[in-house]
């Protein structure tokens, strides 16, 4: 049961153009939305994230939408760059202070920014 | 460094034998987590500790492993009788309860290969 899907497992883009990566979840109790980089031989680190009373969040060269209607979001990088190269997790979790940021992951979309 | 560091980095170890995983988390994080990572997938939640008390084990968590955070500093994982089914990224990852946009920072893992 996949709740959070990432549909493309791998993404080429030319330096300098956008990049967008795509997440769908199914969960309709998901409310916070958070991609994280993963470069080889490392953890997770984390970029961006949005909560469902937002519909977009941006950062320097990174925006974040959200569709909550199409339970879809995309992170959009403008303009890539060859440092860009990784691999983008998608994760959602309820938005509780109570209870702990169990983040349900997605698998992973492999992002490469040729020159 | 005042990252999440996890020891040792890689781990090779024969079917059936014990091996156990330590975690530091940042210093000032209260929630302390488990994940785990296999190829071509996203990172699945095993456990997770506010302070010294383990709040939530999933399902994944069979009797075999057991996870410690004796002090609510330092963490273990153990997995005992290792099988070759145990092979995986093993993540930790630290936050701060309490605040609104919970963030999990993650180490670099643990890879375990059981032969």
């Known amino acids: 049961d996949q709740q959070v899907k990432q549909n493309s497992p791998s993404l080429s883009v030319q330096e300098g153009r956008i990049s967008i990566l795509n997440c769908d979840y199914t969960?309709?109790?998901?409310?916070?939305f958070l991609w994280y980089k993963k470069y080889p031989a490392e953890g997770p680190t984390f970029l961006i994230s949005?909560?469902?009373?937002?519909d977009k969040n941006e950062d320097g060269r990174f925006t974040v939408f959200l569709n909550k209607s199409a339970k879809h979001l995309s992170l959009h990088i403008v303009p890539s760059q060859p440092g860009d190269s990784a691999v983008y997790f998608c994760?959602?979790?309820?938005?509780?202070?109570?209870?702990?940021?169990?983040?349900?992951f997605g698998t992973g979309t492999r992002l490469q920014v040729t020159l | 460094d005042t990252g999440v560091s996890q020891d040792p980095r890689h781990k090779i170890t024969k079917r059936g034998q014990n091996v156990t995983f330590r975690c530091d988390p940042i210093?000032?994080?209260?929630?302390l987590y488990w994940y785990r990572q296999t190829l071509g997938q996203g990172p699945e939640f095993l456990t997770y500790f506010q302070n010294e008390a383990q709040l939530e084990k999933s399902r994944l968590l069979s009797d075999r492993f057991s996870a410690e955070r004796p002090k609510g500093s330092f963490s273990t994982l153990e997995i005992q009788r290792t099988e070759q089914g145990d092979s995986a990224m093993y993540l930790c990852?630290?936050?701060?309860?309490?605040?609104?946009?919970?963030?999990?920072?993650f180490g670099s893992g643990t890879q375990l290969s059981v032969l």
């Open positions: 990852a630290s936050s701060l309860a309490g605040r609104a946009n919970e963030k999990l920072f």
């Open positions: 994760a959602a979790s309820t938005l509780n202070t109570g209870t702990a940021s169990k983040l349900t």
């Open positions: 210093s000032e994080h209260n929630r």
């Open positions: 969960n309709s109790m998901f409310d916070y």
């Open positions: 949005i909560s469902s009373i937002k």
